[in-house]
């Protein structure tokens, strides 16, 4: 059965393929699930309609049939598991790729999102220019942890798998902070999940939503 996802009607990120629908699409494009996609607006998801599919009144969501599930890494994980191509075939391997999906969200991807919402939210405080410090600091000891991990490696462990896709789409959260630029193989890596096909087709749908709501 074709799944439908929800993503935002128009996007803050003017089509930078940031919001979280983008991870699910790409998701969706590796293992060569055709979907449908309802766009949303920010009135709309707050309504009682979206919030009963997403509690939060946030997107994605992903409906398929009777099922109806909320959160990206859910989704991702779920479409894994039914198809192939996001998860190795042996059991060690699939737990691992799913340890990745853990460490991506769990280690990696909450102080890229401190840093980021402080930049946003706290520039005006009298203390932001020593809380940027920190915050720096936090994202620079995972970033340097995660670049001796994979080393020369292409993917995190093996083949690619769906803990590399959320890895790859945390550290696109960096675009354009220019923190990337101290760890080459970290570039390296988020340019290859870039250049894989699933990705440029989930980028290019993506935003064609974003140029046909200009
Ligand atoms: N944990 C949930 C998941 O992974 O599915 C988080 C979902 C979530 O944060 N959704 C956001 C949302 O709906 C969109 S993706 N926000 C509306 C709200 O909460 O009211 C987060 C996001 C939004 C915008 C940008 N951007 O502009 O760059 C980047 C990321």
Not at 103 to 108: G, R, S
């Amino acid at each position: 059965m074709k799944p439908t996802i929800t993503a935002f009607e128009s996007s803050p990120d003017e089509g930078e393929g940031q919001a979280r629908d983008m991870r699910v699409r790409w998701a969706l494009e590796e293992v060569g699930q055709p979907y449908d996609v309802r766009l949303v607006s920010f009135e709309a998801m707050k309504a009682p309609a979206h919030r009963a599919l997403q509690p939060f009144g946030q997107i994605p969501t992903y409906e398929e049939g009777d099922l109806v599930l909320f959160e990206s890494a859910a989704i991702i994980f779920h479409i894994a598991e039914r198809h192939a191509g996001l998860f190795p075939a042996d059991d060690d391997g699939r737990t691992r790729a799913v340890m990745w999906m853990f460490a991506a969200l769990n280690t990696v991807e909450p102080p890229i999102v401190e840093r980021e919402a402080a930049m946003i939210l706290e520039t005006k405080k009298p203390w932001y220019a020593e809380r940027q410090v920190m915050l720096d600091e936090r994202v620079n000891t995972r970033l340097a942890d995660l670049s001796r991990r994979l080393g020369d490696a292409a993917w995190l462990d093996g083949e690619f798998s769906a803990g590399d896709l959320l890895m790859v789409t945390v550290l696109r959260r960096l675009d354009g902070h220019g923190v990337l630029d101290a760890y080459p193989n970290l570039m390296a890596y988020v340019a290859r999940g870039e250049a894989r096909p699933a990705f440029e087709r989930a980028f290019a749908d993506q935003l064609a939503v974003f140029t046909a709501s200009r």
